[in-house]
């Protein structure tokens, strides 16, 4: 396959010669970012100081595809011939580690096929859009900055029969109000819905201080089984953990559903996906509290304390 390379432009790209003016709408030196931030970081870095030494040469694949680049042989106007460039191939074979891994699929461990050639590249068979069914799983997660834990709240649950089920009843009862004026009733500890999951901070490791997010348990009795999540999205069968950062302060709403779409060829597909939006907004009142005083007069029905 042959082509013509030409230098990779974008937005915001330094200079190449000196004494030319840079554009001023994109400016890579003022991106914000944490100390954890490596994403960031990385792209500053590329765009300020590799960005003018790579080229691009379009290249026609197949959709659905995994390809790997073989051979690359280079011929400029200095010099007729053609010369061969180290590759990823050559690289991998000395001593050391390659550092510079973007956009690459590794081949599986083991496979002798893959030993001493270049990274792969896949290449989905994406389509434009799709239809998309109401939604058969709905998980809202929230912050609990007052219990300081996150819950995951299952809104909506599809049963083996195929029946969606809600779970949006209200937040029970803890305790009893006081009967006669002038009088206080203690509470322990408050009741929690039997679709409200606590996501307790942990750390995986002693070694790492990053926290991840677990799927807790919450008793009503001793001798009680604790309830279990429904769906698929909260794992019932197995424990399950959610990055710390993917529960925004506003929460987060996740759902699970059908969706339906024709391929270039016209063939059908069909297969339940997943999406993640924003959800309502930051949790006013935590559900759980612990040893709590009411007086007369008693709280409004349907109201926690």
Same mark, same amino acid.
């Given at each position: 396959?042959?082509?013509?390379?030409?230098?990779?432009?974008?937005?915001?790209?330094?200079?190449?010669?000196?004494?030319?003016?840079?554009?001023?709408?994109?400016?890579?030196?003022?991106?914000?970012?944490?100390?954890?931030?490596?994403?960031?970081?990385?792209?500053?870095?590329?765009?300020?100081?590799?960005?003018?030494?790579?080229?691009?040469?379009?290249?026609?694949?197949?959709?659905?595809?995994?390809?790997?680049?073989?051979?690359?042989?280079?011929?400029?106007?200095?010099?007729?011939?053609?010369?061969?460039?180290?590759?990823?191939?050559?690289?991998?074979?000395?001593?050391?580690?390659?550092? /510079?891994?973007?956009?690459?699929?590794?081949?599986?461990?083991?496979?002798?096929?893959?030993?001493?050639?270049?990274?792969?590249?896949?290449?989905?068979?994406?389509?434009?859009?799709?239809?998309?069914?109401?939604?058969?799983?709905?998980?809202?997660?929230?912050?609990?900055?007052?219990?300081?834990?996150? /819950?995951?709240?299952?809104?909506?649950?599809?049963?083996?029969?195929?029946?969606?089920?809600?779970?949006?009843? +209200?937040?029970?009862?803890?305790?009893?109000?006081?009967?006669?004026?002038?009088?206080?009733?203690?509470?322990?500890?408050?009741?929690?819905?039997?679709? /409200?999951?606590?996501?307790?901070?942990?750390?995986?490791?002693?070694?790492?201080?990053?926290?991840?997010?677990?799927?807790?348990?919450?008793?009503?009795?001793?001798?009680?089984?604790?309830?279990?999540?429904?769906?698929?999205?909260?794992?019932?069968?197995?424990?399950?953990?959610?990055?710390?950062?993917?529960?925004?302060?506003?929460?987060?709403?996740?759902?699970?559903?059908?969706?339906?779409?024709?391929?270039?060829?016209?063939?059908?597909?069909?297969?339940?996906?997943?999406?993640?939006?924003?959800?309502?907004?930051?949790?006013?009142?935590? +559900?759980?509290?612990?040893?709590?005083?009411?007086? /007369?007069?008693?709280?409004?029905?349907?109201?926690?304390?």
């Amino acid at each position: 396959m042959r082509g013509l390379v030409s230098p990779l432009r974008f937005p915001g790209q330094p200079a190449a010669r000196f004494w030319e003016l840079e554009e001023g709408e994109v400016y890579f030196g003022d991106l914000q970012g944490g100390a954890a931030d490596l994403n960031r970081a990385i792209l500053g870095a590329y765009a300020a100081v590799a960005g003018d030494d790579w080229f691009v040469m379009p290249v026609r694949l197949p959709r659905g595809h995994v390809a790997r680049v073989a051979r690359v042989r280079v011929r400029d106007n200095f010099d007729p011939g053609w010369h061969g460039i180290e590759s990823t191939v050559v690289n991998d074979a000395k001593e050391g580690r390659r550092v /510079w891994r973007a956009f690459e699929h590794r081949a599986p461990e083991g496979d002798n096929d893959a030993e001493g050639t270049s990274p792969l590249l896949l290449i989905p068979p994406i389509i434009v859009s799709a239809e998309r069914s109401a939604p058969v799983e709905e998980v809202h997660f929230r912050r609990d900055e007052i219990a300081n834990l996150a /819950w995951a709240i299952e809104r909506r649950s599809l049963r083996p029969s195929g029946r969606v089920i809600e779970a949006s009843y +209200p937040v029970p009862q803890s305790g009893k109000d006081p009967e006669y004026e002038g009088d206080w009733s203690y509470v322990l500890g408050t009741d929690v819905p039997d679709h /409200w999951f606590p996501l307790v901070p942990v750390r995986l490791t002693d070694q790492n201080d990053e926290i991840t997010l677990r799927r807790g348990q919450i008793r009503d009795a001793v001798d009680q089984d604790p309830p279990r999540a429904k769906g698929v999205l909260l794992t019932p069968d197995r424990p399950f953990y959610i990055d710390e950062a993917e529960v925004p302060h506003g929460g987060a709403r996740v759902t699970r559903g059908w969706r339906f779409a024709r391929g270039a060829d016209g063939s059908r597909h069909l297969w339940m996906g997943r999406r993640k939006e924003p959800s309502t907004g930051p949790m006013a009142l935590s +559900p759980l509290s612990f040893d709590t005083l009411r007086g /007369w007069p008693p709280r409004p029905k349907g109201k926690s304390g």
